[in-house]
């Protein structure tokens, strides 16, 4: 496993200079069985990312750019009339693939983000009363501008909560900018990046976290941070409980990545602002006083009691 995945991490560094903690997350979420949401200002490689790391696996790839016209038949298919057969024909949409990059996908109306629910939650598309199974693995890579930007629609509340985990990229170091430049000032390296896993390797890979030791006081300690977010007096909206099977997933994958068959409560810790943030609402007097979801997350890590090993304080 620990070999895969660094020819998998080494293939997408060579590609996003400077930011191993975010492939590290991306890997993470693939292995979880999830869908990643990446969100930050225009030009800083979102796409980028999420390319490299479709064309670092030998997988199906198909990319949807999400724009105000686009339809949702257009990603889930739509059945045509055919004149030979006399009979109605599915064309599968661009969902039909098992790396599907979704390009500014709050560009598009709500209507055609909502055609993403089924396909992410349940791994199928119902087109005419007919249910199609989607490929494994299966993960929607999205990237979004920030919601202040001009022509975007802000995801509803039940998209962002099917989203794994969201990851900001970040402007890069003057260094990582640097080599950018003499990595990038030529020829693109997507263009000679070659897979380095077949789609077989992640499947393996997947059962394996799987089979990741989770002991009962660490999946309590999820359980109570999730809660937390609940009934805090700067939120409205907390986070559901399929925030914490995906806290509980993703805990499973990173200690995985880790090279270990048990999770820590550093595991979870280290993975909560990033699974949690995304899907909580703060108030309008915490809007109001500039507290974001981070913050909040942040001081409910440090209120809520750690679990210790046996014999050891908490």
Not at 300 to 308: E, M
Request: charge should be negative; proline fraction near 7%; hydrophobic fraction near 45%.
């Amino acid at each position: 496993m620990t070999a895969v995945v660094e020819r998998v991490r080494g293939s997408v560094e060579g590609v996003i200079e400077g930011k191993p903690e975010v492939v590290r997350l991306s890997l993470t979420v693939l292995l979880a069985e999830g869908h990643l949401l990446i969100e930050d200002v225009p030009g800083v490689g979102k796409t980028m990312l999420a390319k490299a790391l479709a064309r670092s696996i030998d997988c199906s790839v198909r990319r949807i750019q999400f724009t105000p016209d686009l339809l949702p038949s257009d990603i889930t298919g739509v059945s045509i009339w055919d004149q030979q057969r006399r009979d109605f024909e599915f064309k599968p949409g661009a969902i039909f693939a098992q790396i599907v990059i979704g390009d500014e996908i709050n560009r598009a109306s709500p209507k055609t983000q909502s055609a993403l629910l089924e396909s992410m939650e349940e791994r199928q598309v119902t087109i005419d009363g007919k249910t199609y199974e989607l490929p494994s693995p299966f993960m929607v890579v999205a990237t979004q501008n920030p919601v202040e930007m001009e022509g975007t629609y802000p995801l509803p509340e039940a998209q962002r909560d099917r989203f794994m985990a969201r990851v900001s990229v970040g402007y890069p170091s003057a260094e990582a900018e640097l080599q950018m430049l003499d990595v990038h000032g030529g020829v693109s390296p997507l263009e000679d990046l070659q897979p380095v896993a077949h789609a077989h390797d992640i499947v393996k890979l997947i059962e394996a976290v799987r089979g990741v030791y989770v002991a009962e006081p660490i999946r309590r300690y999820a359980v109570d941070l999730v809660a937390a977010t609940r009934t805090h007096p700067d939120l409205r909206l907390g986070a559901s409980p399929r925030a914490t099977l995906h806290l509980l997933r993703a805990t499973k994958a990173a200690a995985a990545l880790a090279g270990r068959d048990y999770a820590l409560p550093d595991d979870v810790q280290a993975l909560a602002v990033a699974v949690l943030a995304h899907r909580l609402l703060p108030t309008a007097q915490a809007q109001l006083n500039r507290r974001t979801a981070e913050q909040v997350v942040q001081e409910i890590l440090q209120r809520t009691t750690v679990p210790a090993a046996a014999g050891q304080p908490a």
